[in-house]
């Protein structure tokens, strides 16, 4: 009989999705078909299905982590941001509308029967189902018609396990006030909690584990210290990109753009010897000594390349290839590359065009249509490397440096790289993460040659992670508590 739980957190960035990962992959390792599921997630970092859709990038981790394809049902409704106020709206994988804040808020609760659909429909392939909240359900102001948090526990009648965040400080309180805050019904699923991120001994937390058991009722699941390797699983909350000092060796440069989207391109780079990846933040310069700058996706290309503009980077960017340093642009970097870039149905803003970087001999339009695909039959036209990854975008690019593709997906042209080849783009996104492109595409700018397989780094980190649940919390405990559906 399938069972379920729900993980949430007294607070956003408390590591619930690493958690759950550890959890899905420890359990996954004792013989159960384990199945992640997040009813609503708010992310620009997405991945393609195998089904064809899209979900939040931590959902498709969570699914390598319990040994399956990730799918739609996975992640239901998947809130892209666009601009400050407003959200792309991903149902069951598909784009539906995009709204504001305050719009969404309103009509949120219609999207709950998909939410439980897709729930039923996992958990009848599933022994159990690891469900995880969004933010805190600490926010009541945000509980009528919640879909995230205790509004779906209820929907579906889950017990909800707490996560507390020691290393901010304040823990207590977190779990003490979530649980004087919320109201009767909904205080009533919480069974237990976990204190996440600790670091030294954790006996110096026992009269604090005490004082929140004896405060609230709940049983504890364990203390859960603090996870060194964490950096090494694509992270999906742009908080986690931090931005990078000067190391040695090769020399990515990356300015963050205000709706920076996918950067888990990055991982790949950030884990490779010898390469040094630099998150440039607004205000300051691009390096004049970059051996690559790498623009990468964004949720809204026109508003990236406004402010991209606002910032002196274009002119940063034009010195670089004047000197003959490097470009790759990917997805919305790609547009950005080009000419111009045509928004005739005003998806990004007001109908018209907007005049691109010009470092790239391309023009693209902009539709309503989104590709959105998985791609497993890529080559890197120069060394012959397989290629994988994945598409998700609006619109298509053409011009004369297509001709010059350095990509080929099955039997079509892939990109463009204008005619010395030292500016390049692509609508591909997780390029990096196979192991011959990457490392012909590094030492094609000059790296040595790197021995790091980073699937298989991945792979061994998140075993590492679920020895480290399993050392720390009582899974058992867990089980028992979880529902039968």
Not at 247 to 270: C, K, S
Not at 307 to 330: E, P, S, T, Y
Request: proline share 5%; charged share 25%; aromatic share 4%.
């Amino acid at each position: 009989m399938t069972k379920a739980i729900m993980i949430q957190g007294a607070g956003s960035n408390v590591g619930k999705s690493l958690v759950v990962a550890g959890l899905a992959r420890a359990f996954a390792n004792r013989g159960l078909n384990v199945a992640p599921f997040k009813p609503q997630n708010m992310s620009n970092n997405a991945a393609v299905t195998a089904d064809g859709g899209e979900i939040g990038r931590a959902q498709a981790l969570q699914a390598r982590a319990a040994r399956r394809p990730a799918l739609c049902d996975m992640n239901p409704v998947l809130l892209k941001p666009e601009t400050d106020t407003g959200a792309q709206v991903i149902v069951q994988g598909r784009r539906v509308a995009t709204l504001k804040a305050r719009d969404y808020g309103q009509v949120k609760a219609m999207f709950l029967p998909a939410a439980v659909e897709s729930f039923r429909r996992l958990a009848a392939g599933a022994d159990l189902v690891l469900v995880e909240g969004a933010g805190s359900p600490a926010e009541i102001n945000l509980r009528a018609g919640d879909i995230a948090n205790m509004g779906f526990a209820e929907a579906v009648d889950l017990p909800v396990v707490m996560i507390g965040d020691i290393d901010r400080g304040g823990v207590i309180a977190q779990l003490v006030g979530t649980n004087a805050i919320l109201p009767a019904g909904d205080r009533d699923r919480i069974k237990a909690f976990v204190i996440n991120k600790f670091r030294g001994d954790v006996r110096l937390f026992d009269r604090g584990l005490e004082e929140i058991c004896m405060r609230t009722g709940w049983d504890s699941l364990g203390v859960l210290p603090w996870f060194a390797d964490a950096w090494r699983l694509p992270a999906e909350d742009v908080m986690d990109l931090a931005a990078g000092a000067r190391g040695e060796g090769l020399r990515v440069v990356v300015p963050r753009l205000g709706r920076i989207a996918n950067f888990d391109d990055l991982d790949p780079l950030r884990a490779e010897p010898g390469v040094s990846v630099e998150i440039v933040e607004p205000g300051r310069p691009l390096p004049g000594d970059a051996d690559l700058v790498l623009i990468p996706g964004s949720k809204s290309t026109l508003a990236d390349l406004a402010d991209f503009r606002a910032q002196g980077w274009d002119i940063d960017l034009a010195a670089h290839v004047r000197r003959g340093g490097r470009v790759l642009g990917l997805c919305g970097g790609y547009q950005m590359l080009g000419r111009e870039i045509a928004d005739p149905e005003g998806l990004e803003g007001p109908p018209g065009q907007v005049p691109g970087l010009g470092l790239l001999d391309v023009t693209t339009v902009l539709a309503a249509d989104k590709t959105v695909r998985l791609v497993e039959d890529g080559q890197h036209k120069a060394s012959g490397a397989p290629v994988t990854g994945y598409e998700i975008h609006l619109g298509q690019t053409e011009g004369p440096d297509r001709a010059r593709a350095w990509l080929r997906v099955g039997g079509r042209a892939e990109g463009a790289a204008s005619a010395d080849g030292r500016v390049m783009g692509t609508y591909l996104h997780g390029i990096f993460a196979a192991d011959g492109f990457r490392r012909a595409f590094l030492e094609g700018l000059g790296a040595a040659p790197g021995a790091q397989g980073y699937d298989d780094g991945v792979e061994a980190t998140l075993d590492a992670l679920a020895r480290h649940v399993e050392a720390h919390l009582d899974l058992d405990m867990l089980l028992r508590l979880a529902a039968r559906l």
